[in-house]
């Protein structure tokens, strides 16, 4: 194999790997196969073997055969000997090349191969002296020539952009990164199973909507041409989902992606992963108690138990989690009560007397939302809930029972992160259009996230929608969370970036 030490360019590398693919072809072999059976992977060959050496067998006595592919990440070259590392989804191995097993043709053809290359190896699996489990590889073949060479020889790739643009080079030069997206899948088939479990179904609903709602964002504008009129991409599945419990339905949910054309973060993607429930017959409290029983599953399903770091710091998340009112979190953590008042300017007077900015198109809603996000919500480490929302930011949420002023919503914070938002789901077909007319307005005075009004949904809830409560989960902030990743893009696993001129 071909350490490629003396090639000076990436286009010199490129041009020798093409020339061994050529030479592979010369001799008869094909460099890109379509097909190779494998015994079994890297990681069962791996534990088949351990098994026997925990049961006593002798090493010398061990009789454990495999055929395995895999990436070559590492070579080493020590003459008539040669140790490799091949690598698969599951786990590692190195292999033993030895001339005098392979032959002397099949060890000089060797030197076609590179770092990246497929290959396909059979042999027995043995545990070297320095105590490296290997397999004695008896035979090889060529899978998938590698033109490019990995990131910086395979040590490492740690450019941030070039990681994001180019994820599959990130996944081979980081292979913890594989372990990252595997914990979200496990996230996500945890709150699955939780969610059948207890009758929910899971269904779809459109990406295209003709009028954008069920979240205040600003929509992404697509046209479609036959119909001759604008599309919104969605920026919620609310709308719909509430339609179907309108027409019978008693608890379905939807995972799938959601788009808000809106500022790019370490918590904010254009696109993103949302869980959404609704359920009949249930309030915003029966769900708080469902929300810690269904988010405590995905907590223990990717971290195998309740105790957790994120970012340094220690995550208890045993229930009961701690429940706390906006008002009393917002005296209790920014130092001044907005709860005596529904003046704005008494209200932005008193943010910005604790350094709060506020924009003249904030009303008073969004300057306690600001107030909240600014000075409350870095304190908020241990799971907790905030509840008991004002009416101006939550237009599709009931009335609190015993103050209308406030709404039945609630939203989960964990490791300063929001995680979830949820309400007693407004069924008042009446009280649902004044909610809409008033964010129209609010949409006038230049609040461009301000919902519109959807007349359709309004005949909806005409026609009768039960008691219902309903949740949505970000599934891309949970992962954050349950991976210790500070970034939203190490989660996602093709982010949206800046176009590179």
């Known amino acids: 194999m071909d350490t ?12 020798n790997r093409i020339e061994k693919a050529e030479r592979i072809r010369a001799r008869g072999d094909e460099p890109y196969k379509y097909r190779f059976e494998r015994s079994c992977t890297i990681g069962e060959a791996r534990a088949a073997f351990e098994r026997e050496e925990a049961g006593g067998t002798d090493a010398e006595q061990i009789d454990v055969r495999a055929t395995l592919a ?35 043709e099949a060890y000089a053809q060797l030197k076609d191969l590179d770092i990246g290359d497929f290959i396909g190896v059979e042999g027995a699996v043995f545990r070297t002296r320095r105590g490296e489990v290997s397999v004695r590889v008896e035979s090889y073949v060529i899978l998938t020539k590698s033109l490019r060479p990995l990131p910086e020889k395979y040590h490492g790739l740690t450019d941030v952009e070039t990681r994001y643009r180019r994820r599959y080079l990130d996944m081979v030069a980081n292979p913890e990164v594989l372990e990252v997206f595997r914990k979200r899948v496990r996230i996500i088939d945890a709150m699955r199973t939780w969610l059948t479990g207890r009758g929910f179904l899971e269904v779809e609903t459109p990406m295209l909507h003709p009028i954008p709602g069920g979240a205040t964002a600003r929509p992404f504008i697509t046209h479609h041409n036959t119909y001759d009129r604008d599309f919104y991409l969605r920026v919620a599945p609310e709308l719909y989902l ?24 370490t918590q904010h993607n254009p696109e993103f992963t949302m869980m959404e429930l609704y359920e009949a017959y249930q309030d915003y409290l029966g769900l708080m108690d469902e929300t810690e029983e269904l988010l405590v599953a995905a907590i223990e399903q990717a971290t195998g138990g309740l105790e957790f770091t994120y970012q340094g710091e220690p995550i208890h998340a045993t229930r009961p989690w701690k429940r706390l009112k906006l008002y009393d979190a917002i005296r209790e953590y920014a130092g001044i009560d907005l709860e005596r008042t529904r003046d704005r300017a008494e209200a932005a007077r008193l943010a910005e007397g604790i350094g709060v900015e506020v924009d003249a198109a904030m009303g008073y809603g969004k300057i306690v939302d600001e107030v909240m996000s600014e000075r409350v919500q870095p304190h908020l480490v241990q799971p907790t809930f905030l509840y008991d929302y004002p009416i101006e930011i939550s237009p599709l949420a009931k009335k609190k029972r015993d103050n209308p002023a406030l709404t039945e919503r609630y939203q989960v914070f964990i490791g300063r992160l929001e995680l979830c938002n949820a309400f007693s789901e407004l069924n008042d077909p ?3 259009r004044e909610r809409f007319m008033d964010q129209l307005r609010q949409r006038e005075q230049g609040d461009e996230e301000a919902q519109r009004l959807d007349d359709d949904f309004i005949t909806a809830l005409e026609v009768g929608m039960p008691p219902t409560a309903g949740l949505g989960i970000g599934i891309d902030r949970l992962a954050m969370l349950l991976t210790d990743s500070a970034s939203i893009r190490e989660v996602i696993l093709f982010p949206q970036l800046r176009t590179v001129e």
């Open 70 to 104: 895999g990436r070559i990440v590492a070579y080493r070259d020590q003459g008539k000997v040669a140790f490799a590392d091949l690598r698969d989804q599951t786990a590692g191995i190195q292999l033993f090349l030895r001339m005098n097993t392979l032959g002397d």
């Open 430 to 432: 009446v009280d649902q």
């Open 242 to 265: 509430k339609r179907l419990i309108v027409g019978g339905f008693e608890r379905v949910f939807e995972i799938n992606r959601n788009f808000r054309n809106e500022g790019v973060d």
């Open 4 to 15: 490629e030490q003396h090639h000076s360019t990436e286009q010199d590398l490129i041009q």
